[in-house]
């Protein structure tokens, strides 16, 4: 195979990608990281129509420290990995079978999709309420903040994605039950629960963070699990079967929106599953409301942030990456692959709304629209007044 390291561009190696576009750029000489330049070609030679700063807004599960336990795995993408997220992070977490999450609470929300695999899921509410559910791939569960809860891998495992409202979340720093006994005193302990100190001699001692994940044998049917509180169960199902919506159709792919009008727990987190074709792409909008994070289930695709004041970056993407869109940017997302691009957009806010440029401009006196951008009539014309989404 040839070196780059020659001085023209006119003998470029052709094998690797190159900080060079039409005439401007030229071949790296010195030290390099082809995999990674491969993964962020729009980087490496950025679109004519990129410029000024803008913060990174992506990082790759990937690229993130993992924890490695007994009962599976846990990674985290928050505000210290993608300083620009701060409304929201996210965790991708493995349980093997059997594996469990150990029982525990934390300050934010947590709102999660199934990527693969089964889990069941245990929550107790405030007035004693009780919850318990198995989920599969492309199902849901919220449990606001505060309400404790598990998780179990079933018998083929299971992995997933986690989504907290708050970027500064961790993981790692949630109340554990465990690590609650091991810092009470036993007498305490005893006092509690009205029985002897000798109760609490095994309760585990070791671990940088006591159980957290950790392996146990596969639980039998939902039934057997099932316990009765007097106060009953939950008032809203913690669970949702986000797959099994009926998909908006439209011409470059399908979008599915969960939000708190359809599923009533996610009262502070807002989602679209959102599938663009071969070819297709995610229109070029922004959203009104809040703050975007993205997590890519599949494919490849390419992204464009405007930041007004003649600032735009792009950015690539595959399954594994997370993405950020500050409030009210401008954007779109590109299907640059030969399979589906399937995403989820994810907000901290009880309902989804996003602006599509092309609706408001069909929806504008057009005389108005055409002063601004010297539009012929044919353009004008195709204007949408519905919302394409994808095309
Ligand atoms: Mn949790
Ligand atoms: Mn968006």
């Not at 990674?75 to 093997?96: D, F, Q």
């Not at 001692?205 to 316990?227: C, K, N, Q």
């Amino acid at each position: 195979m040839a070196t780059t390291n020659k001085p023209s561009n006119a003998t470029v190696d052709t094998d690797l990608p190159q900080p060079i576009r039409g005439n401007d750029g030229a071949t790296i000489l010195a030290a390099r990281n082809v995999p990674l330049e491969r993964e962020n070609p729009d980087l490496l030679a950025p679109p004519y129509t990129d410029a000024g700063t803008i913060p990174n807004l992506k990082f790759s599960f990937s690229a993130a420290r993992n924890r490695l336990l007994s009962g599976g795995w846990a990674r985290e993408v928050t505000e210290r990995e993608l300083p620009v997220a701060t409304e929201i992070a996210g965790v991708n977490m493995r349980l093997k079978p059997g594996g469990i999450r150990e029982l525990h609470w934390h300050k934010e929300a947590e709102w999660a999709y199934m990527l693969a695999g089964r889990a069941r899921l245990t929550a107790v509410d405030q007035a004693g309420r009780n919850f318990i559910d198995d989920v599969g791939v492309g199902d849901l569960w919220n449990f606001p903040a505060g309400i404790p809860h598990s998780i179990q891998g079933l018998a083929e495992g299971c992995e997933f994605l986690l989504v907290f409202d708050n970027g500064s979340f961790s993981e790692n720093e949630t109340f554990l039950i465990t690590d609650w006994f091991k810092h009470t005193p036993p007498e305490i302990l005893a006092q509690n629960f009205g029985v002897p100190q000798a109760a609490f001699a095994n309760i585990p001692m070791d671990g940088e963070h006591d159980r957290y994940i950790f392996d146990e044998p596969v639980p039998g049917p939902l039934t057997t699990d099932a316990v009765q509180s007097p106060a009953g169960v939950v008032p809203q199902t913690f669970t949702h079967r986000m797959l099994a919506q009926t998909p908006t159709k439209v011409a470059g792919g399908q979008v599915r929106i969960t939000d708190s009008n359809n599923f009533p727990a996610a009262s502070t987190i807002a989602a679209a599953l959102v599938e663009v074709e071969p070819g297709g792409l995610r229109e070029m909008h922004w959203h009104p409301n809040t703050d975007e994070w993205q997590y890519y289930i599949g494919g490849s695709g390419r992204m464009s942030v405007f930041a007004s004041s003649g600032k735009s970056r792009t950015f690539d993407y595959q399954g594994g990456d997370v993405g950020y869109v500050p409030f009210a940017m401008g954007h779109y997302v590109q299907n640059t692959g030969d399979e589906p691009l399937v995403f989820l957009e994810m907000f901290r806010s009880n309902h989804f709304a996003d602006i599509s440029l092309n609706q408001w401009m069909a929806l504008t006196p057009p005389g108005l629209v055409q002063s601004h951008l010297n539009l012929d009539q044919q353009t004008m014309a195709a204007l949408r007044k519905d919302k394409p989404i994808i095309v």
